[in-house]
């Protein structure tokens, strides 16, 4: 079992991920959100490694329960490593997530990924358990 | 920039400002880096990035220091997003 910490007093439980694309690696903060369907990250992160849009990218809409509206991109990193574990070829939506520029989030951890864990969460503690 | 500053330096210094730290040190098990170094800083994350495309290193952290900064009157709620196939 490893244990991660979040801060139970934030809004939003954050954790962080190391991605890796052919230009390099940046570790970001995401939302851990199982409501989210599929990863989600700032396109501007995904450039800086080397997997931003290309013309051969899926193009996509994010559609949430306020309706469909965001345009996104599908692309896969070389990896994407988060709560120990690595997901080599991750497919990760590019999102332009500037409109959320005051929150200090770079993307969403979604149940793609999340569903891969056995994990236990203890909110008023703020750790994350995971087996 | 090339000194190495602790987390709680760098809150002290870059309050509510995102940073891209190089040489950091960030344990998967926690959840702030404990210290690296600052290569770029802004408070306005289109300037930041800007600057983080240039010369961009091959490793480096992205981190908004500080709680987050929502909007007061705001409920932030990125949850149940799914991606839909866009049809030609």
Not at chain 1, 4 to 26: I, K, M, S, W
Not at chain 1, 79 to 95: K, M, P, Q, W
Request: aromatic content about 10%; some cysteine; charged content about 25%.
């Amino acid at each position: 079992m490893r244990e991660y910490r979040f801060d139970p007093n934030e809004e939003l439980p954050l954790v962080h991920a190391l991605l890796t694309g052919p230009r390099g690696q940046v570790r970001a903060t995401l939302v851990f959100d199982s409501g989210c369907g599929l990863t989600q990250v700032h396109s501007q992160i995904l450039e800086t490694i080397g997997c931003g849009r290309a013309p051969n990218s899926k193009s996509v809409t994010i559609s949430g329960v306020t309706g469909e509206g965001d345009p996104a991109f599908i692309v896969p990193v070389k990896s994407l490593h988060t709560l120990g574990a690595r997901f080599d070829h991750a497919e990760i939506a590019g999102v332009d997530f500037s409109k959320w520029a005051h929150s200090g989030i770079e993307g969403l951890l979604g149940w793609d990924i999340i569903r891969q864990f056995h994990f236990d969460m203890d909110g008023p503690k703020g750790i994350l358990r995971v087996f | 920039m090339t000194t190495k500053l602790t987390w709680d330096e760098i809150t002290k210094l870059y309050n509510k400002e995102y940073v891209e730290l190089t040489n950091y040190d960030w344990p998967d098990e926690e959840i702030h880096p404990r210290s690296g170094v600052v290569r770029v800083h802004s408070s306005d994350r289109a300037e930041f990035y800007k600057q983080v495309g240039k010369d961009t290193p091959v490793d480096s952290a992205i981190v908004f220091v500080g709680k987050l900064a929502l909007p007061k009157d705001v409920i932030f709620s990125p949850g149940l997003r799914r991606v839909v196939a866009n049809h030609a």
